[in-house]
């Protein structure tokens, strides 16, 4: 009951927020062109105002219907208004407060359907929790590297790639004078996240992979200073990126990353190794933190 009032009171807060932006959209200009370029306000806010400011408000007070309404019109003209960005070049900002907007929408209404965000949901399919098959160490690390390969190349590289390229398509880039700093990040972090897969395959019998997770709980290497040394690792590439490629956007891209896998995977995966190696991992929980080093553990 107390998490349904809180995706109303978020519904709330969106549909005053609309509100004012649409008071500055027809009042202040450079807020219209910031977030709508060269849109006709009055066109858009014939179907903005209805489905998004009164949809919202109508679900704060307790409609489920109209929450529907409200999440799925603000990610329509989320997607609408960013190909309108990437065409014209202009409402850069307008796509970014669109998106946070209906990423809060999304977990909003899950709040008023169903009570809770089912964090559960992503981890299906092939990111199901699965211990790996038994096989020899050295099918391990050549599944853990090719997992690498693939996952740097698409999270580390194609990802941050289009998200710069559309930071700057969209007119929200800024220079960022950081290529060395973020040269010397990426490879300490590189190390890092190499050292923990290594450890993983060799001394857990399986893969960082949930779907071809180590049957034997991993201390040694860098998870004997922190729990979370690939995550960690995985954060911190992310960063790099964004401070080699001069793009704030990649940054925040990586900060996003980070809150989602502290939020909604780490407790789904450590409820998954409490299930598995119990006391065990208690006792190493007890010991060693999540994500600050703690240099005397082990």
């Known amino acids: 009951m107390k998490a349904t009032l809180w995706g109303r009171a978020y519904f709330a807060g969106?549909?005053?927020a609309g509100a004012a932006w649409w008071l500055g959209v027809f009042l202040l200009p450079p807020v219209r062109e910031a977030t709508l370029g060269q849109l006709n306000p009055v066109a858009v806010a014939i179907f903005d105002v209805p489905l998004f400011v009164v949809a919202s408000a109508l679900a704060a007070f307790g409609f489920r219907s109209a929450a529907v309404v409200a999440t799925a019109w603000t990610g329509l003209v989320t997607l609408a208004l960013a190909v309108f960005a990437t065409i014209t070049t202009q409402a850069g900002w307008g796509v970014l407060a669109m998106a946070a907007a209906a990423a809060c929408s999304v977990?909003?209404?899950?709040?008023?359907?169903l009570g809770r965000i089912p964090t559960e949901w992503v981890l299906r399919g092939p990111f199901a929790f699965r211990p790996a098959a038994q096989r020899a160490t050295s099918g391990h690390v050549a599944a853990t590297f090719r997992q690498l390969i693939?996952?740097?190349?698409?999270?580390?590289g194609v990802i941050p790639l289009a998200v710069h390229a559309l930071e700057d398509r969209w007119g929200l880039s800024f220079p960022l004078p950081t290529l060395v700093p973020g040269i010397v990040l990426l490879l300490l972090a590189s190390a890092l996240g190499i050292y923990s897969a290594t450890a993983m395959s060799t001394k857990g019998n399986g893969t960082p992979l949930p779907s071809a997770m180590p049957n034997t709980l991993v201390i040694a290497g860098p998870y004997r200073w922190v729990r979370n040394p690939m995550a960690l690792a995985g954060i911190l590439q992310g960063a790099a990126v964004g401070l080699m490629l001069g793009s704030w956007l990649v940054v925040a891209y990586a900060v996003a990353?980070?809150?989602?896998?502290n939020?909604?995977?780490?407790?789904l995966e450590e409820a998954d190794l409490r299930l598995r190696f119990g006391a065990e991992f208690e006792r190493y929980c007890q010991r060693v933190r999540c994500w600050i080093p703690r240099l005397g553990a082990g």
Do not use: H, I, N, T
């Not at 977990?107 to 359907?113: G, S």
């Not at 939020?263 to 407790?267: Q, W």
């Open 14 to 16: 969106q549909a005053a």
């Open 107 to 113: 977990a909003a209404l899950c709040l008023v359907l």
């Open 150 to 156: 693939l996952f740097w190349g698409l999270f580390l």
């Open 257 to 261: 990353g980070s809150l989602v896998w």
């Open 263 to 267: 939020y909604a995977v780490r407790p």
